[in-house]
């Protein structure tokens, strides 16, 4: 199977331009897309109650329903996986990236609105892969 390119998501209006150059990318390298979704958990999942259980299967299960409508709509000449997980941003992330071996991640602009986001930057500074910033 060909490697793929990892396209973070987090459903913000400047998507669909992420996602586009992740195909546009793994048409030009022949892989595939692998387009993740992590719910960033409120607290230790392994510690937390059951309405806090409860917040975060809803949270990933609205992202299973846009992960949904994405397949449908996914054109058919690039293959696409879609993950939702629920963890760290960053770790789930690096993690994949190792796990599947990854060309590249592709991901929004770490600088949306005020000062930077520490979670872009933090992806940029320990990803073991190309990073590549859709403005």
Avoid: Y
């Amino acid at each position: 199977m060909s490697k793929p390119i990892l396209v973070g998501t987090d459903f913000n209006p400047d998507m669909p331009q992420v996602i586009e150059q992740g195909l546009v990318l793994a048409r030009a390298l022949g892989g595939h897309v692998v387009l993740v979704h992590a719910v960033e958990p409120i607290e230790d999942p392994d510690k937390s109650d059951g309405d806090t259980e409860a917040f975060h299967d809803r949270l990933m299960a609205l992202a299973e329903e846009k992960m949904a409508i994405l397949r449908e709509t996914w054109p058919d000449d690039v293959d696409l996986c879609t993950l939702v997980e629920l963890g760290c941003r960053v770790e789930v992330m690096l993690r994949l990236v190792q796990e599947r071996e990854a060309l590249m991640l592709v991901m929004g602009t770490p600088f949306r609105g005020g000062p930077p986001v520490g979670i872009g930057l933090q992806l940029l500074a320990r990803c073991t892969c190309p990073v590549v910033i859709v403005p």
